[in-house]
């Protein structure tokens, strides 16, 4: 079989008019996700000596990110999102430069945070309306090649992004990291908002907010957020055990390659999974891919050394994209087309608050244990991922159950 038959699936995606331009964007806007945090803790612990304080700098961005992402997603749901993610651009450019001259001006230590916390508010959330514009596109199965490929985009970013930013922060100077994360953001946001053609429908405000509400927070969702958050947290915590462990074996300077090894192997489980054609329904697989990331976790209980991270890391990474295509394509399948960006926007809210609970908590598990001790934190959060996965199946077994709106949009 020829590789342009076996990617065929792919290339048909892109037949879709538009189509290349708004993922092409979407993939630069990314940029900021796996560099922002990583940066932060770069420039943080540079000027304080502290992974504890980095980490709590970096998970204070991360949870601002995640309370105002939904936010965000509804309002583009109903205006557009053209005209609001532009707003939002600019006020990550302005908050983020303002975060970094206060770390590097030793501003009050409050300073910090609540710039931290302003960077990340009002940071758009580029994932769920690339995929919300691929969801308004295509058919159930194009969907799921279509964020199988988002997917794979997103290992992309964090294969290059790490490096990128570790040694932009090393070799330069701390801040540069930092601000080339956001510059991306702001290159490519501007880029997607530019494409009116292929924006979702709008959707006008629903006259009841119960009902809303009802409709977006579903059994479903909640279960996905859930697990996501034990996800989250073990990317979090990846970002701050790695640089240290880095630091402890005298190469930090690798450390943002040896966490690139983690996207590196989600990547190539992204792309055997988006043409994968798997047995059971969504909501089987979900829980399936879910107990496979705990268990490949634990390969981080063997880590020693510098190679031996980067066997442990790619194991693990092949468990990644697979739950967090599963989870999103079983949201997708689930919710009414008028709260779609909202409702991935809370996968990825999900997500970020563990991003700021393994940021937190991995900090501090390195100033007490040592960074070798603290992959407890990520392996640990990967076995809780599965549990909450396994005790939620019983609420997403069913198609529409309790008070979901919509059935499957999909035959799986």
Partial sequence: MSPRTLLGPYLRLFAVPGAASFSLAGWIGRFPAPMLGLGAVLLVE???????????????????????????????????????????????????????AAVVADAPRWSW??????????????????????????????????????????????????????????????PVGFLTGIAFGVVGGFWLAAQHAT????????????????????PTLLVVVVTYLAVGTVFGAIDVVVVGFAEEEGAQALSGAAIAVFALGSLVAGLVYGLAKLPGTLAARFVGTAVFFGLAAQALWAVGS???????????????????????????????????????????????????????????????????AAFAVPAG???????????????????????????????G
């Fill in 46 to 100: 540079a000027e304080t000596g502290s992974y504890g304080v980095a980490g709590a700098v970096s998970g204070t961005l991360a949870l601002s990110y995640a309370v105002a992402g939904p936010v965000w997603a509804r309002v583009m749901d109903r205006r557009g999102q053209g005209p609001v993610l532009r707003l939002a651009l600019v006020a990550t450019l302005v908050t983020g430069i303002a975060f970094v």
């Fill in 113 to 174: 945070f609540l710039l931290a916390a302003a960077t990340g508010a009002s940071g758009p959330n580029i994932g769920s309306m690339v995929r919300a514009r691929w969801s308004a596109l295509l058919d159930p199965d194009g969907r799921q090649t279509a964020f199988a490929f988002e997917a794979v985009a997103d290992e992309v970013v964090f294969v290059l992004g790490p490096p990128l930013v570790t040694l932009l922060a090393t070799l330069i100077a701390p």
């Fill in 199 to 218: 924006e979702p429908p709008l959707h006008a405000a629903e006259p009841g907010a119960p009902a809303r509400w009802r409709s977006v927070l579903t």
């Fill in 306 to 372: 510098l190679p031996v991270l980067i066997g442990c890391g790619f194991l693990a990474g092949l468990a990644i994209a697979p739950v967090l295509v599963s989870g999103t394509s079983l949201v997708e399948s689930r919710v009414a087309p008028g709260v779609l960006t909202e409702s991935l926007a809370w996968t990825i809210t999900g997500l970020t608050l563990g991003v700021t609970a393994g940021s937190a908590l991995s900090g501090a598990a390195v100033d007490a244990w040592g960074a070798e």
């Fill in 381 to 411: 959060a990967a076995a809780l991922a599965a549990v909450l996965a396994v005790g939620g199946s019983a609420l997403i077994r069913d198609r529409a159950v309790g008070p979901e709106l919509v059935e499957d949009r999909t035959t």
